[in-house]
């Protein structure tokens, strides 16, 4: 994982950003778009289904589906330290014989991770610059249901994410932010034969559900 997004990620999302994240979760539950998607999941039948969650923090979405009935889970993500407490988390819930984690850029060991019934994206999309890479190889793992939480195009997003880009070049962090097309990521996912089944929007994030055809 020698790539300088990848190492920013792991600088970003530290042990104490995962100890809060997971104190969040534990406290409020799912974030509202998240909970969005695992509802949009869960409403398409998930038991004994198989989860490929890219990026997913510490682990809202698995450990939503593991209540729901989901079977075999693997978590991709590029922060140990989300990887850590979302192991942990599954040991305290009884599923963690039914998961397993690989640490890393997804878009580069893709080819060592298996395809799975549902793949989840959950706010990932806007952590990379290569949104061809990961989009692709991530729908191509996709048996029947592919999940995206990321930035809607607007000109609050957009100047959002240029501030916060300002703050990270203003402390030599390796980690920025990417506002990319929804158009074009639409397209990447068409070209795998899945058509869009449920669609929500907030404020900054969209919600969009696909379903192999």
Known sequence: MACNQCIGI?????????????????????????????????????????LLDIGGGVGEIQHELAAA??????????????????????????YADQAQYVHGNFAELSDTVEEADV???????????????????????TRRLYGLVFPRETWWTALGFRLINFV????????????HSSEHVDGLIARHGLGRVFYRSGFVWQVVLYESR
């Open 69 to 94: 009935g989901v079977g075999r889970i693997t978590g991709v993500d590029a922060s140990s330290a989300y990887i850590d407490k979302c192991r942990a988390e599954a040991e305290e819930r009884g």
């Open 168 to 179: 990270q070049r203003v402390r030599r962090s390796s980690f920025f932010v990417y506002l």
């Open 10 to 50: 792991e600088e970003e999302f530290g042990a104490s950003r995962a100890k809060w994240d997971l104190k969040r979760y534990r406290k409020r539950g799912p974030k509202t778009t998240t909970r969005w998607l695992i509802e949009a999941v869960r409403a398409r039948g998930v038991e004994g289904s198989t």
């Open 119 to 141: 793949v989840t994206l959950d706010r990932v999309i806007c952590c990379f610059d290569d949104v061809d890479a990961l989009v692709d190889r991530s729908a191509s793992k």
